[in-house]
């Protein structure tokens, strides 16, 4: 069994920044990438960012620039550092690692909202 523990989410004014933090743990033998998405009521849940093994990151274009993705490795811990928040980021931020041959593992999500 492998569980997904977000945390991080909160509120903030537009400008502010948040970090999230997801901490996978239980049975993995090899985490492969890992990363986040985003999911607003009545819309799909879409890409945020990815992050492989050896860090090599990817973006939405919606949030290039203000976004970083960073991860340990050795604690099968992803992060996301967001900075310069909009109103449109308000969403449930969920957290994915793929277990490598295994299965892909979702986090439960947690809440952004940025609001003034």
């Known amino acids: 069994q492998v569980q997904l523990v977000e945390s991080g989410g909160g509120s903030v004014q537009p400008g502010g920044s948040l970090r999230l933090s997801c901490a996978a743990s239980g049975s993995i033998f090899s985490m492969g990438s890992m990363g986040w998405y985003r999911q607003v009521p009545g819309k799909q849940r879409e890409l945020v960012a990815t992050i492989t093994t050896e860090h090599s990151a990817r973006y939405a274009d919606s949030v290039k620039g203000r976004f970083t993705i960073s991860r340990d490795n050795a604690k099968n811990t992803v992060y996301l550092q967001m900075n310069d928040l909009k109103p449109e980021d308000t969403a449930v931020y969920y957290c994915?690692?793929?277990?490598?041959?295994?299965?892909?593992?979702w986090g439960q999500g947690t809440q952004v909202t940025v609001s003034s």
């Open positions: 994915i690692g793929v277990v490598v041959g295994v299965n892909d593992y």
